[in-house]
C-alpha cells in the first residue's frame, strides 16, 4: 500500500521540487501520476520491477524517477517545472505483472497516495 506522499508545493517557472512516495508491501511497478482540475489522470513517470523507467514526452529531460534499493521508496525529482505541470501529483504502486506493459498506465496499478499538490508559477 501507500502509505505516504510527501514534497509537493508552489514553485515559480523554473523551479524544482521533489517528491517521496514511502510504500508497503510487494511492488511490481511504482509509478507516478499527476491530475489536474477537469482532466484525466496522467502517467508522469514509471518504474518496473526489472528496474526499466520510463517517463511521459513532456517531462522527459527534466523530470528523474528513482526508487530506494528496497523499492518501497520512490522520489520523483522535478527540474525546470512549468505553469502546465501544475496538478495534484499522486504515487501509484501495482502488484499487478503485466503493469510491465506500460508502467505509466493509471489503469494498471491497485493502491494510490493521498496526492500532492504541485503549483508552478509563470
Known amino acids: 500500500q501507500v502509505q505516504l506522499e510527501s514534497g509537493g508545493g508552489s514553485v515559480e517557472s523554473g523551479g524544482s521540487l521533489r517528491l517521496s512516495c514511502i510504500t508497503s508491501g510487494y511492488t511490481h511497478c511504482l509509478g507516478w501520476f499527476r491530475q489536474a482540475p477537469g482532466q484525466e489522470r496522467e502517467g508522469v513517470a514509471g518504474t518496473d520491477v526489472n528496474g526499466e523507467t520510463v517517463y511521459t514526452d513532456s517531462v522527459k529531460g527534466r523530470f528523474t524517477m528513482s526508487t530506494d534499493n528496497t523499492r518501497n521508496t520512490a522520489y520523483l525529482q522535478m527540474n525546470n517545472l512549468r505553469p502546465e505541470d501544475t496538478a495534484m501529483y499522486y504515487c501509484?504502486?501495482?502488484?499487478?505483472?503485466?503493469?510491465?506493459?506500460?508502467?505509466?498506465?493509471?489503469?494498471?496499478?491497485?493502491?494510490w497516495g493521498q496526492g500532492t499538490q504541485v503549483t508552478v508559477s509563470s
Open positions: 501509484g504502486q501495482s502488484r499487478n505483472s503485466f503493469c510491465t506493459d506500460d508502467p505509466t498506465d493509471w489503469q494498471l496499478y491497485n493502491y
